[in-house]
């Protein structure tokens, strides 16, 4: 998988896609926001996560869910 940290989330790549984001707790929040926007459903899903590490675990594993679905293989062992 490929992270591209950015100032305000780190979002995840697939070639030039935007496939997903994780973004840390701002405010008086104490939950990592996660939102994926290439699913197996079609439909862009968002939650709440306790860390970072499991914030991008959950978006990982939802685009893992989408490349299984569409019948695609990542190539260079990049997934």
Known sequence: MNW???EYRI?????DVD???VYPPS?????WRWRVRV????????GNEASRAAAV???ERRFRSFLTAA???SEGGAV
Do not use: W
């Open 4 to 6: 591209l940290d950015q």
């Open 11 to 15: 979002v995840l790549m697939c070639g």
């Open 19 to 21: 496939v997903g984001a």
């Open 27 to 31: 405010g008086r929040a104490k939950v």
């Open 39 to 46: 699913t197996k459903s079609g439909h862009p899903v968002k």
């Open 57 to 59: 675990a959950h978006v």
């Open 71 to 73: 019948g695609l293989v």
